[in-house]
């Protein structure tokens, strides 16, 4: 259904979206959803030869890779959605919080993320140094306070992009959910400078940025946060 935008244009999809928690029955799309906005992320593309991110495979790996990442953070109730008028989700955060709900190893294991390794490790990957993931900051360390939340993902449908879903899910559900169970303050990274602008814009303030040295490539990493 087309819609007529804030410019009077009828070539973009509007609607209005039921902020909820993540099902189980969401999934698929979910999925679709964090692969959509994340196979272009500076991060992935770096990790992989162009080779490989031209072909099929590299969308079923990270299919595979999101699937994990959404079958463990759905385990924790940690998965939030704003679903369409027919309950199809179009925009997802998957958030992680430093008491309680947290995510460990353990969860990863025990869903079988050491079956993705080897598979990643044969699939073009530009390089990889075990301690690299020691380089960026632990974002729970970076925030004063005792309750803290991070936004690990946040995705919104591509046909929807530049309507505020991804500010109203940040500010109308997330927001007021986290507050309202004693948390005080949202932290969450990002590699992009375009993301950095959004964040901004949403009250978000740069708490740390820095080059990264990674294994298949440099990175400019930022750390935001806002109190609620």
């Known amino acids: 259904m087309d819609g007529i935008n804030m410019l009077g244009m009828t070539n973009k999809e509007v609607i209005f979206l039921d902020f909820r928690s993540g099902l189980n029955s969401d ?58 008028g027919k309950g199809k989700p179009r925009a997802v955060a998957l958030i ?71 500010s109203k899910m940040l500010n109308n559900h997330i927001s007021p959910y986290v507050k309202k169970i004693g948390y005080r303050n949202i932290i969450l990274e990002t590699n992009t400078q375009k993301n950095v602008k959004f964040y901004k814009k949403n009250n978000f303030a740069v708490r740390s940025v820095k080059k990264v040295n990674l294994s298949h490539g440099d990175v400019k990493d930022w750390v935001l946060s806002k109190a609620i």
Do not use: H
């Open 27 to 84: 999934k698929p799309q979910i999925i679709n959803l964090l692969v959509d906005s994340f196979k272009e992320y500076i991060t992935t593309k770096n990790m992989f030869q162009q080779e490989f991110r031209s072909s099929a495979k590299f969308d079923k790996l990270l299919r595979k890779y999101f699937a994990l990442e959404v079958n463990v953070f759905m385990k924790k109730g940690l998965v939030y959605v704003g679903a369409d």
């Open 96 to 166: 992680e919080f430093n008491q309680g709900r947290q995510i460990s190893n353990w969860d990863y294991l025990s869903m079988d993320g050491l079956k993705l390794i080897p598979q990643i490790l044969i699939s073009g990957f530009n390089g990889f140094n075990a301690f690299d993931i020691f380089k960026f900051e632990d974002l729970f360390d970076l925030v004063k306070g005792k309750k803290k939340c991070a936004v690990e993902y946040l995705a919104v449908d591509k046909s929807l992009r530049g309507q505020g879903i991804g």
